[in-house]
């Protein structure tokens, strides 16, 4: 029988950061989100500004007509419907 032991000796170890917080993870991918909204709202707003101005422009003109006719309210309808849906399918 053998007289030698083995003897482990501790192996250093770089110190491992702790895995940060489920909110600083998800922040960047919120601030993101948040973005494409915003865009998304000023970027319908001045298409509807434009449009509404581009509309506008030609009944703006001034009417050389002896009897002008009267003015009636103008009827404007708008309608959107988004319907959006996403599907993950997984496999494992």
């Known amino acids: 029988m053998s007289n030698e032991m083995n003897y482990r000796l501790p192996v ?11 909110w600083q993870q998800a922040a960047p991918v919120v601030i993101r989100g ?17 449009t509404r101005k581009a509309v506008s422009i030609p009944f703006s003109a001034k009417k050389t007509h002896a009897v002008a006719a009267p003015a009636k ?20």
């Open 12 to 22: 250093k170890r770089e110190p491992v950061p702790p895995p940060a917080p489920l």
């Open 34 to 50: 948040a973005a494409l909204v915003a865009a998304g709202v000023i970027g319908e707003w001045l298409l509807r500004s434009a």
């Open 73 to 92: 309210p103008a009827i404007v309808a708008y309608s959107e419907t988004v319907v959006v849906h996403r599907t993950i399918v997984r496999q494992g």
